[in-house]
């Protein structure tokens, strides 16, 4: 019992460090939707901030969970524990990523209908609360959230095809400059729904902590 009580230590500050990097990558999901409604450098200068700081986190969580592993001997269960947190810190990294490819894009977004513009900020909206329900699920290691975490995912993918069919069918009726920048913003669309698809990798992760296997739905 003893001799297991620095690998525990070291155990929880892992988990609480990456919590605390996926509170970072919440910080850039709202000034990226903070975006979205409202075009500001100021926004655009914070949120590349933080990316540069979730980089340089994720290396060193990286190193760390690699410490673990050679230094400790941990059990098959804290074994599972420091592989899934390496993959959710790689995921959180990834969509970080995904956030900042399209910054140049979304000073764009205000040219796009009301409608479409309200329906892309509600995605968005939700894809940050899936982030939210997964760290939720990582700092618990309990899947008690899984059902409406597939139910948000499934309500983000409908809003993707509603919005890309959208700016399509907007695409095909204009010409010139308006249609060339709606036509990129189909990649600022596809980037959020990006997101929500490695957030569903972190769900899976911690179902591997668990229970040994990457799918919720494989739980007995």
Do not use: W
């Not at 524990?81 to 956030?99: D, P």
């Not at 894809?127 to 948000?152: E, F, G, H, P």
């Not at 095909?172 to 189909?186: D, R």
């Amino acid at each position: 019992m003893t001799t297991r009580t620095p690998l525990r230590r070291d155990l929880a500050d892992l988990k609480q460090k990456v919590y605390l990097l996926g509170e970072k990558c919440i910080e850039v999901s709202d000034l990226y939707n903070l975006l979205l409604e409202s075009y500001s450098d100021n926004l655009v200068n914070s949120l590349s901030q933080i990316t540069k700081e979730i980089k340089s986190e994720s290396k060193l969580l990286n190193d760390q969970c690699f410490l673990v592993l050679t230094l400790q001997q941990p059990l098959i269960k804290d074994l599972r524990f420091v592989i899934g947190s390496i993959q959710i810190v790689l995921n959180l990294e990834k969509i970080t990523e995904q956030y900042s490819s399209t910054l140049s894009q979304i000073s764009e977004v205000a040219i796009l209908k009301p409608k479409i513009k309200e329906d892309l900020i509600n995605m968005a909206t939700k894809v940050q609360q899936l982030l939210r329900d997964a760290l939720t699920l990582y700092l618990s290691t309990s899947l008690d959230k899984c059902s409406d975490i597939s139910r948000t995912y499934s309500e983000i993918t409908f809003l993707h095809n509603i919005i890309y069919k959208e700016i399509l069918n907007e695409v095909a009726k204009v010409a010139g400059q308006k249609a060339q920048i709606e036509a990129q913003l189909l990649a600022t669309i596809r980037s959020i729904e990006k997101t929500s698809d490695l957030t569903l990798n972190i769900v899976e992760q911690v179902s591997y902590i668990i229970i040994g296997k990457t799918s919720p739905e494989n739980q007995k």
